[in-house]
């Protein structure tokens, strides 16, 4: 299993370029969220996807767009980036087995992004 | 979700064990303890979690007081590896539900050699 993988690495926007962040999970997990981390803070959670088919905003969904295209996929989107979000971008995903509160999100390795 | 308090930094000497608190003195009943890592650059890593009793895996022990206001992570014998921040995290379970991790400023753990 190559777990939760992130596409790209590394990219560099100009203010007003658009892009998708990519994520795919190969775990079968149920739900999938997109977090960011700014320099010296913690994640900050963007947009989430408790299943297939729904997406729900989280604290700093402004500015950014979510797709869950199927159950192994969930891009973010920037419609027209600007410099407030050069960040780092993390993917996650998580399974509820029933009755049992685990909710153990695993990452994927994340996207550096700046917008110049 | 609690909050929780942690102390900014760490140090540890490679090989001994590790001891990362953590206070969570507004925790409620359903509430369970989570313990994350981030290495430097990478994603978070999920360790251990737990929800009154003391938990063991092969990475870490979780030992949480009697009446829950707190916990320590015990990394039995730390490498270089661990160098990392360790986030607590306690979060309720809500069925049917994604729920966010929210995580703090957490503890940075410096091994050193």
């Known amino acids: 299993n190559a777990g939760v993988t992130q596409t790209p690495k590394f990219q560099v926007l100009k203010t007003g370029q658009s892009m998708t962040l990519q994520c795919a999970q190969d775990?079968?997990?149920?739900?999938m969220y997109w977090y960011r981390q700014d320099p010296g803070m913690g994640l900050r959670l963007i947009y989430y996807?408790?299943?297939?088919?729904?997406?729900d905003k989280g604290e700093v969904p402004n500015g950014y767009n979510v797709s869950r295209l199927n159950k192994r996929e969930f891009s973010l989107r920037l419609e027209s980036a600007a410099p407030s979000q050069t960040s780092v971008y993390f993917c996650?995903?998580?399974?509820?087995?029933?009755?049992?509160?685990?909710?153990?999100?695993?990452f994927g390795p994340g996207t550096r992004l700046l917008v110049l | 979700d609690a909050k929780t308090t942690q102390p900014p930094s760490m140090d540890c000497a490679e090989g001994r064990a590790a001891n990362l608190p953590c206070n969570h003195s507004?925790?409620?009943?359903?509430?369970?303890v989570y313990w994350y890592r981030q290495i430097h650059s990478q994603g978070p890593q999920y360790i251990i979690h737990?929800?009154?009793n003391n938990e063991t895996n092969e990475m870490a022990s979780l030992i949480i007081t009697e009446d829950r206001k707190s916990s320590t992570l015990i990394l039995p014998h730390a490498t270089l590896r661990d160098t990392a921040v360790y986030y607590c995290?306690?979060?309720?379970?809500?069925?049917?539900?994604?729920?966010?991790?929210?995580f703090g400023s957490g503890t940075q753990l410096t091994v050193l050699p």
């Open positions: 775990m079968n997990h149920n739900s």
């Open positions: 507004t925790i409620s009943g359903n509430e369970y």
């Open positions: 737990g929800l009154k």
């Open positions: 996650a995903s998580s399974e509820d087995p029933s009755g049992r509160a685990r909710k153990t999100q695993y």
């Open positions: 995290i306690v979060r309720g379970y809500l069925a049917g539900s994604a729920r966010q991790l929210t």
């Open positions: 996807s408790a299943s297939e088919g729904t997406t």
